[in-house]
T-cell receptor
């Protein structure tokens, strides 16, 4: 989940296992949510998005779940691979289109 | 070639110096943003621009200024750099026509202020 501080939460997962990365968002009026992946030395890259009128959306090997009741978002990665190692950010949009607020990120480490 | 290009990629400067980070995009998007990334703090919005004549402050605009020279160009300036502006800076774009809210990021500009 989100936290303010210098230490990035880290999730360590064995290759082939499923990963679940969680995010608590702040604004109940947010209508759109995105997960980004950031590899070392690169800019964030879009993974998957979901609108607030949905509670689940699936992509290739990834699923996003949205629970508006508790303001919680999760990213599930199936059969995690070494290339999935990165920092993952959730972002929420409230009000003005395209103005996103980002969470602090979770580092995913994939062990062999 | 990258769709969103930032220059310089790395810069070391001294306190009090003026610094400009430049961003150009070939995506044809109307909206552009500057974010700052610090360890453990995620991405924070500095300034954003929804078109050439529109400039808006983000959550941490103090000490920064921007210029939208053209639809494809958006620069960030630090008039008098200070050490706590040491960070990784990202430019991003989005398309209001598509309206999804997805941001497309550049590769980042790492700034160190001594």
């Amino acid at each position: 989940g989100e936290s303010v501080g210098l230490h990035l939460p880290t999730l360590s997962v064995q290759e082939g296992d499923n990963s679940i990365i969680n995010c608590a968002y702040s604004n109940s009026a947010s209508d759109y949510f995105i997960w980004y992946k950031q590899e070392s030395g690169k800019g964030p890259q879009f993974i998957i998005d979901i609108r607030s009128n949905m509670d689940k959306r699936q992509g290739q090997r990834v699923t996003v779940l949205l629970n508006k009741t508790v303001k919680h978002l999760s990213l599930q990665i199936a059969a995690t691979q070494p290339g999935d190692s990165a920092v993952y950010f959730c972002a929420e949009r409230t009000g003005t289109a395209s103005k996103l607020t980002f969470g602090t990120g979770t580092r995913l480490q994939v062990t062999l | 070639d990258a769709d969103v290009t930032q220059t310089p990629r790395n810069r070391i400067t001294k306190t009090g110096k003026r610094i400009m980070l430049e961003c150009s995009q070939t995506k044809g998007h109307d909206r552009m943003y500057w974010y700052r990334q610090d360890p453990g703090l995620g991405l924070r919005l500095i300034y954003y621009s929804f078109d050439v004549k529109d400039i808006n402050k983000g959550e941490i605009s103090d000490g920064y200024s921007v210029s939208r020279q053209a639809q494809a160009k958006f620069s960030l300036s630090l008039e008098s750099a200070i050490p706590n502006q040491t960070a990784l800076y990202f430019c991003a774009t989005s398309d209001s026509v598509r309206g999804t809210g997805e941001l497309f990021f550049g590769e980042g500009s790492r700034l160190t202020v001594l």
